[in-house]
């Protein structure tokens, strides 16, 4: 799957969507369920070389519109500015948590255990426990170690919502998980600027048949 650029479209773009539906939690409170689920899905994948299958065209269209707004150059809109700062967030962030192999190690073992639980208990993918038990995943594996201080934007009275909170921390947990698989397809925040073109080509060829 290495250098597959229409692989590394389909990752980039779930990064995207994962961002898109954070904003929208942070400024609005809601999300689009179909775009959340299978991005909180692709978390009980431990690694996968059809992403195809993984991120369906059909419920990617967020990620897709979002990606060309972000990074083909035809759009200064504050709201795509901090899109686009959160996509590059979230690589930096995916590679603080892998540089370590035992903190990768387990954060993936507890991945793996929490769908076991859910599956065992017949969750649905957005069950608020579900969600709930991600989040707390993220805050003692990712947010608890200081591996990197950052901020999300939005309104304060959604900001202070616990019940969004815990979607937030699920959906930066989905966007590490689309960064990782982003590199197996050959993605590098190094060359990224030289490939950006391409992304955003391959993006609106997929909204097109979408």
Known sequence: MANDITAQTQAFAAICQASALIQELANC???DE??????????AVD???NLEELYPPQ??????????QCFGGNSGEQRYLQLAKYVILFIRLERKV???VTAAER???????????????????????????????????????????FNIYGRKSMLQQLHIQHKIRALIL???????????????RRSFIFRRARLVECANTRLKQI
Do not use: C, M
């Open 34 to 43: 179909d775009a959340a689920a299978i991005l909180i899905k692709s978390l």
């Open 107 to 149: 954060l993936n073992r507890r991945l793996v255990d929490n769908t076991e639980q859910a599956r065992a208990r017949h969750l649905s993918v957005l069950d608020p426990g579900l969600i709930e038990n991600l989040s707390n995943i993220y805050k003692s594996e990712i947010s608890d170690t200081g591996l990197l201080k």
């Open 29 to 31: 409170g809601t999300w």
């Open 47 to 49: 690694s996968t070389d």
């Open 98 to 100: 892998t540089q370590s």
């Open 174 to 188: 989905a966007a590490i998980k689309a960064v990782i698989h982003w590199r197996s397809a050959g993605g590098r």
């Open 59 to 68: 419920y990617l269209k967020k990620g897709y519109f979002s990606l060309v």
